[in-house]
T-cell receptor, first 115, second 109 residues
Framework: EAGVTQSPTHLIKTRGQQVTLRCSPISGHTSVYWYQQALGLGLQFLLWYDEGEERNRGNFPPRFSGRQFPNYSSELNVNALELEDSALYLC??????????????FGSGTQLSVL | KQEVTQIPAALSVPEGENLVLNCSFTDSAIYNLQWFRQDPGKGLTSLLLIQSSQREQTSGRLNASLDKSSGRSTLYIAASQPGDSATYLCAVRRNDMRFGAGTRLTVKP
């Protein structure tokens, strides 16, 4: 069974540009979570999608947005990139809250560098 | 708002020692708690998940306990090995999932 897959693995952008990161959850998982992990810092919660809807978002500006598609894959969009957006972006998936085996499974991440 | 704290931030031990990592959280209304391991520059690997109705879970040399009412969990690692060197994170789940900052463990040969 395939795990959570993220693309691309690495990305280099310049300030002011826009970027789209992609995530495919494990088959059968309906929830997708996005986290930002800046160098040396902990995981900061960005967004949670379930069944195609945004369920919660962390304390990030509106230029961070995303969506979840009918097949439960997800995109994270970041507009007007700033230097401090440089980080590892991690996607995770799980079954819906309340179901058995609600473990969160992570992808390997997208390393974004903003120059 | 859920706050998750992990102590210590870093730990260095000689090989073979037993050790305990601590995790505390402010809102006890959680569905479950999960411990992860992260190697540098990589994603997270799930170690153990404890449902809110459970007190502990064991996997090999790892044992995790949960005291929901006091907002605390511990991860016990027995007979540590150099391959255990990594950052260990705990996360609590209500609707979304919130993480602590992690404990960076170094096991010296």
């Amino acid at each position: 069974e395939a795990g959570v897959t993220q693309s691309p693995t690495h990305l280099i952008k310049t300030r002011g540009q826009q970027v789209t990161l992609r995530c495919s959850p494990i088959s059968g998982h309906t929830s997708v979570y996005w986290y930002q992990q800046a160098l040396g810092l902990g995981l900061q919660f960005l967004l949670w999608y379930d069944e195609g809807e945004e369920r919660n978002r962390g304390n990030f500006p509106p230029r961070f947005s995303g969506r979840q598609f009918p097949n439960y894959s997800s995109e994270l969009n970041v507009n007007a990139l700033e230097l401090e957006d440089s980080a590892l972006y991690l996607c995770a998936s799980s079954r819906r809250v309340g179901q058995d085996n609600e473990k969160l499974f992570f992808g390997s991440g997208t390393q974004l560098s903003v120059l | 708002k859920q706050e998750v704290t992990q102590i210590p931030a870093a730990l260095s031990v000689p090989e073979g020692e037993n050790l305990v990592l601590n995790c505390s959280f402010t809102d006890s209304a959680i569905y479950n708690l999960q411990w992860f391991r992260q190697d540098p520059g990589k994603g997270l690997t799930s170690l153990l998940l404890i449902q809110s109705s459970q007190r502990e879970q064991t996997s090999g040399r790892l044992n995790a306990s949960l005291d929901k009412s006091s907002g605390r969990s511990t991860l016990y690692i027995a007979a540590s090995q150099p391959g255990d060197s990594a950052t260990y994170l705990c996360a609590v789940r209500r609707n979304d999932m919130r993480f602590g900052a992690g404990t960076r463990l170094t096991v010296k040969p």
